[in-house]
C-alpha cells in the first residue's frame, strides 16, 4: 500500500493548489448527477467548506473533496424537500404539489398508532408544548418526548426522508 503524499509536495500549497488541481475533476463528477449549474456552485461551497483543512495537507484529496460535494448535495435536497421555495409552490406545474403533499400528510398521520398520533397532534396542529401534553395525557414529559420521536421517525420513513 501506498503512502499518502500530503497536497503541498504535489503541487502549490493550501486551498490555491487544491482547487488548481481537482476543480474541474469534480465539477464533472457532480455535473453528471445534478447538471451543470449546480455543479458549479456546489463545487464553490465544497471548496468554501474545505477551507480549514487545506492548510494541513489533505491525505486523500479527491475523496475528501467528493464526500464533502455529495453531503452538500444532500442536504440541499433534504432541504428543498422540507421547505419548498415561493416559485415552486406558484409555479404551474406543481399547483397540485401541496394538496398532494396535504393529502399524503394526513393518510400517513391516520395510519399512525394512536399513541404517536395524539402526542404528534397535540404538538404540532394544537401547538401544545411538551409539559401541556404530559399534563393532557396523564404520561411523563420524558414519555411524550419518546413518542414524538417515534411519530417523526414513522413521518419520516413513510416520506421517504
Excluded at 422540507?82 to 397540485?96: I, K, N, T, V, Y
Aim: charge should be neutral; hydrophobic fraction near 40%.
Amino acid at each position: 500500500m501506498s503512502e499518502a503524499k500530503p497536497l503541498q509536495a504535489e503541487v502549490g500549497g493550501g486551498l490555491d493548489g487544491l482547487y488548481r488541481r481537482y476543480a474541474a475533476w469534480l465539477n464533472r463528477r457532480l455535473r453528471a448527477r445534478i447538471g451543470p449549474d449546480d455543479a458549479a456552485d456546489v463545487v464553490q461551497e465544497t471548496y468554501i467548506r474545505i477551507a480549514p483543512f487545506a492548510d494541513g495537507g489533505i491525505a486523500h484529496p479527491r475523496a475528501f473533496l467528493l464526500r464533502v460535494a455529495l453531503n452538500l448535495v444532500r442536504d440541499d435536497a433534504k432541504h428543498r424537500r422540507r421547505r419548498p421555495s415561493d416559485a415552486d409552490l406558484q409555479s404551474p406545474e406543481s399547483e397540485g404539489a401541496p394538496q398532494f403533499d396535504q393529502v399524503l400528510l394526513a393518510q400517513i398521520i391516520r395510519s399512525m398508532p394512536q399513541l404517536y398520533r395524539d402526542v404528534f397532534v397535540l404538538s404540532r396542529f394544537d401547538g401544545m408544548t411538551y409539559p401541556e401534553i404530559a399534563k393532557e395525557l396523564e404520561i411523563s414529559v420524558k414519555t411524550v418526548e419518546w413518542r414524538m420521536s417515534k411519530a417523526l421517525d414513522y413521518c419520516a420513513l413513510r416520506l421517504d426522508l
